[in-house]
């Protein structure tokens, strides 16, 4: 069985490291408005809000300055937040029947909000989609409407400090061929034979990568309609390959572990010059290699070519939707689409908010892409080909099983429970939390 928390490490910790993606909302309190969609032609006056940090929030103002140049009538007020808070208020404003008209989304809570009749189906304005590829737009679809469109895309990879491999005497594996037990037989090669360990293990316990492994299975974390999809064979083999690696010592031992979580992105053993590598999503790279003060080198994630199909999927960085009570559709409508579509509104954000999803202006800003922008660009160029579909949208209840996964991931590494028993906590609790059971 589960035991308490030995750590006291929290989803905020996680989301501190860099690796969640999105914070954890409560569940909405209240459903939003029931009355259908909001004006068609209103006043003209758009509550705007999203996350990120101060230079997203500065060139997202850039970006509102131009669209208003161009679209007299329109007042926008802006609402920038930081990543908790975020959740916390957006919740508090749904509930009270008070959202804002345009708004960044999670694909944890796409279909939360979704569900709770708060957000627009975006068939309803007059979007310009035909530069975003179909595959894209799925993965802000359920149920046969668009409830989001993906701000842009990006990708799983292992980053490498590739002088870290060559101080141990090592090379870079090929990427193209390899499996997790080459992964395995690298890692503790690094650690052995080098100064730094050979990865820090904070990945691990990240759902979305344990979904790549099963998914090079040709199972998957959840089903279409909404259940979990894998087998408990496949995520007793997940949590065996972490117990190995930190037996090998590739992989620091558990207290170490939960200290690089605390730690948070920026000081995690990657940045810090202590490990070697670290899986991560392609559009961390920059901050990372900010830290580090030299370059990385991104790999496929292993058993990409040695499994029943890919695992990795080009993911939604995040989504822009529309409320349901949106106080005026057309001009929600064209501020979506000079998001999405504007030379001036890409040329500001670049690939921040992943590469951009339409795909003549990815192309376009390639050559304006900052060097670590343009790392996970040509990595994602190179993997596309080879990708499977993207996996549908969770379902509802799945923002609490980012929190679920790491409670029992420090079960396990604490030795509190065995891996059948970590598997079996993780099954139960995630069942409950997204109304399978």
Same mark, same amino acid.
């Given at each position: 069985?589960?035991?308490?928390?030995?750590?006291?490490?929290?989803?905020?910790?996680?989301?501190?490291?860099?690796?969640?993606?999105?914070?954890?909302?409560?569940?909405?309190?209240?459903?939003?408005?029931?009355?259908?969609?909001?004006?068609?032609?209103?006043?003209?006056?758009?509550?705007?809000?999203?996350?990120?940090?101060?230079?997203?929030?500065?060139? &997202?103002?850039?970006?509102?300055?131009?669209?208003?140049?161009?679209?007299?009538?329109? &007042?926008?007020?802006?609402?920038?937040?930081?990543?908790?808070?975020?959740?916390?208020?957006?919740?508090?404003?749904?509930?009270?029947?008070?959202?804002?008209?345009?708004?960044?989304?999670? $694909?944890?809570?796409?279909?939360?909000?979704?569900?709770?009749?708060?957000?627009?189906?975006?068939?309803?304005?007059?979007?310009?989609?035909?530069?975003? $590829?179909?595959?894209?737009?799925?993965?802000?679809?359920?149920?046969?409407?668009?409830?989001?469109?993906?701000?842009?895309?990006?990708?799983?990879?292992?980053?490498?400090?590739?002088?870290?491999?060559?101080?141990?005497?090592?090379?870079?594996?090929?990427?193209?061929?390899?499996?997790?037990?080459?992964?395995?037989?690298?890692?503790?090669?690094?650690?052995?034979?080098?100064?730094?360990?050979?990865?820090?293990?904070?990945?691990?316990?990240?759902? +979305?990568?344990?979904?790549?492994?099963?998914?090079?299975?040709?199972?998957?974390?959840?089903?279409?309609?909404?259940?979990?999809?894998?087998?408990?064979?496949?995520?007793?083999? *997940?949590?065996?390959?972490?117990?190995?690696?930190?037996?090998?010592?590739?992989?620091?031992?558990?207290?170490?572990?939960?200290?690089?979580?605390?730690?948070?992105?920026?000081?995690?053993?990657?940045?810090?010059?202590?490990?070697?590598?670290?899986?991560?999503?392609?559009?961390?790279?920059?901050?990372?290699? +900010?830290?580090?003060?030299?370059?990385?080198?991104?790999?496929?994630?292993?058993? $990409?070519?040695?499994?029943?199909?890919?695992?990795?999927?080009?993911?939604?960085?995040?989504? *822009?939707?529309?409320?349901? &009570?949106?106080?005026?559709?057309?001009?929600?409508?064209?501020?979506?689409?000079?998001?999405?579509?504007?030379?001036?509104?890409?040329?500001?954000?670049?690939?921040?908010?992943?590469?951009?999803?339409?795909?003549?202006?990815?192309?376009?800003?390639?050559?304006?892409? %900052?060097?670590?922008?343009?790392?996970?660009?040509?990595?994602?160029?190179?993997?596309? %080909?080879?990708?499977?579909?993207?996996?549908?949208?969770?379902?509802?209840?799945?923002?609490?099983?980012?929190?679920?996964?790491?409670?029992?991931?420090?079960?396990?590494?604490?030795?509190?429970?065995?891996?059948?028993?970590?598997?079996?906590?993780?099954?139960?609790?995630?069942?409950?939390?997204?109304?399978?059971?």
């Amino acid at each position: 069985m589960q035991s308490s928390n030995p750590s006291g490490v929290s989803r905020r910790t996680l989301a501190k490291a860099g690796l969640l993606g999105a914070a954890a909302s409560p569940l909405l309190a209240a459903c939003g408005n029931d009355s259908g969609g909001g004006g068609d032609e209103g006043d003209g006056e758009l509550d705007f809000w999203w996350w990120g940090s101060d230079p997203r929030h500065e060139y &997202t103002q850039q970006i509102i300055d131009a669209f208003l140049a161009k679209n007299e009538g329109v &007042t926008i007020k802006p609402s920038p937040n930081e990543f908790d808070a975020y959740w916390d208020a957006l919740n508090v404003s749904v509930s009270g029947n008070n959202a804002p008209d345009v708004l960044q989304q999670d $694909e944890r809570y796409l279909r939360d909000y979704a569900d709770k009749n708060a957000l627009l189906p975006l068939e309803e304005l007059d979007i310009d989609l035909s530069n975003i $590829e179909d595959g894209t737009i799925k993965t802000g679809q359920f149920d046969g409407k668009t409830y989001g469109i993906p701000t842009g895309v990006n990708s799983f990879a292992l980053l490498v400090n590739p002088a870290l491999v060559e101080a141990a005497g090592l090379t870079l594996p090929d990427d193209t061929a390899w499996s997790w037990a080459d992964y395995a037989q690298f890692v503790t090669d690094l650690s052995n034979q080098g100064d730094a360990i050979g990865n820090s293990a904070i990945s691990f316990s990240n759902e +979305s990568l344990f979904n790549v492994f099963a998914r090079q299975k040709g199972e998957s974390l959840y089903t279409d309609d909404g259940k979990l999809g894998f087998t408990e064979a496949t995520m007793n083999e *997940w949590w065996q390959m972490v117990i190995d690696l930190r037996d090998a010592g590739a992989i620091p031992a558990a207290s170490q572990i939960v200290e690089a979580f605390a730690a948070g992105q920026d000081q995690a053993p990657l940045a810090t010059g202590t490990g070697v590598t670290e899986f991560y999503w392609t559009n961390q790279i920059g901050a990372i290699q +900010s830290v580090l003060g030299s370059d990385l080198v991104l790999l496929r994630v292993p058993g $990409e070519s040695t499994g029943a199909q890919p695992g990795l999927y080009l993911k939604s960085a995040m989504y *822009w939707s529309v409320s349901r &009570t949106v106080s005026d559709k057309a001009a929600a409508g064209k501020l979506v689409d000079f998001l999405l579509n504007s030379d001036e509104s890409l040329d500001l954000m670049l690939g921040d908010r992943g590469l951009p999803s339409n795909t003549a202006q990815r192309e376009r800003i390639l050559p304006q892409l %900052p060097a670590d922008q343009k790392l996970g660009a040509d990595y994602i160029a190179a993997i596309t %080909p080879t990708l499977a579909d993207a996996p549908p949208v969770p379902p509802i209840g799945s923002g609490g099983v980012a929190d679920i996964m790491l409670g029992v991931f420090e079960t396990l590494i604490f030795d509190d429970t065995t891996v059948e028993e970590t598997t079996a906590a993780f099954i139960e609790q995630a069942n409950t939390a997204i109304g399978a059971a």
